[in-house]
């Protein structure tokens, strides 16, 4: 979702004004509708920093990937509430009605209440919190990537980002199959939320296949990027950009490959190259 703004734009010494396309943020906050002692009981679990739209996968996601959910069968329902606010017209709030309280940690979550739209979850320091819902490394037999096809990733980011294309300001998260094919494409104003709503629209249309697919990112790999890939499951993670340290010890700590710095001659590998295909 996009906006067209008036702009001055400065060329060859010239000032010239000109309609830009500009991607749209808007504050999405999240509930959690749930029992607790036979009584229903709504907690706010997060404020985000989005672009409209997809919402329903973005918090279908962000459930599944902080562990609240173990299946998309525990969600009963997703509404959007509220009014039509702002200058959009949209909907700003979202509530998913949860059929099991089982890994609700009430306190955790508010702790992290606070997202933006550039680093996600940034009070998350330490591997060890990961470690509290997921036990198991990634099988390190999957997948096999060719290195030919991880080096066209950016292009097929670039290629399916429809906003990207208009606005130059949004991140993407893309599924991708062995073979090269993009199996569905999200893209966000925060690149955490991108993921989230990928993972979301892979879970609930049931494609999602680690065996054989990887995901792609358009921008860096930070701590809590990997952390949503590992919940899925993902053994692979490329990004046009450089991870971060916690990045590459969380992928180490968990069997992931992570690759950055993804051109269409070169990327780097920074942990398990055994499931990229190199041709000797």
């Given at each position: 979702m996009d906006i067209k703004y008036n702009v001055s734009k400065y060329k060859n010494s010239k000032i010239q004004e000109i309609k830009d396309s500009i991607s749209i943020e808007e504050p999405l906050e999240m509930r959690?509708?749930?029992?607790?002692?036979?009584?229903?009981?709504?907690?706010?679990?997060?404020?985000t920093m989005?672009?409209?739209?997809?919402?329903?996968?973005?918090?279908r996601g962000f459930l599944f990937n902080e562990g609240i959910i173990e299946n998309l069968n525990k969600i009963d329902s997703i509404e959007q509430k509220g009014d039509d606010v702002g200058d959009y017209n949209i909907k700003n709030t979202i509530e998913a009605t949860i059929n099991s309280t089982k890994n609700l940690d009430i306190g955790k979550l508010k702790r992290n209440f606070l997202t933006n739209s550039s680093c996600g979850v940034c009070g998350k320091t330490s591997l060890d919190s990961i470690e509290v819902i997921k036990k198991d490394k990634l099988d390190l037999s999957f997948p096999l990537i060719k290195e030919e096809i991880v080096m066209k990733s950016p292009n097929l980011l670039i290629n399916?980002?429809?906003?990207?294309?208009?606005?130059?300001?949004?991140?993407a998260s893309a599924l991708i199959e062995k073979n090269g094919e993009v199996v569905t494409i999200r893209e966000d104003v925060g690149r955490h939320n991108?993921?989230?709503?990928?993972?979301g629209h892979a879970l609930n249309n049931k494609i999602l296949d680690p065996k054989k697919q990887f995901i792609a990112c358009s921008g860096r790999l930070n701590f809590e990027l990997v952390q949503k890939g590992l919940m899925a499951n993902i053994g692979l993670m490329a990004g046009v950009g450089a991870p971060t340290s916690l990045a590459i010890d969380l992928a180490k700590r968990f069997d992931m490959t992570l690759l950055g710095f993804v051109k269409e001659e070169s990327f780097n590998i920074y942990s398990n190259i055994k499931r990229v295909i190199i041709k000797n």
């Open positions: 959690l509708r749930f029992k607790k002692n036979d009584k229903w009981e709504t907690q706010n679990i997060s404020i989005r672009t409209p739209g997809n919402d329903e996968d973005l918090i399916k980002q429809s906003e990207f294309a208009k606005t130059g300001g949004i991140h991108a993921l989230d709503k990928l993972i």
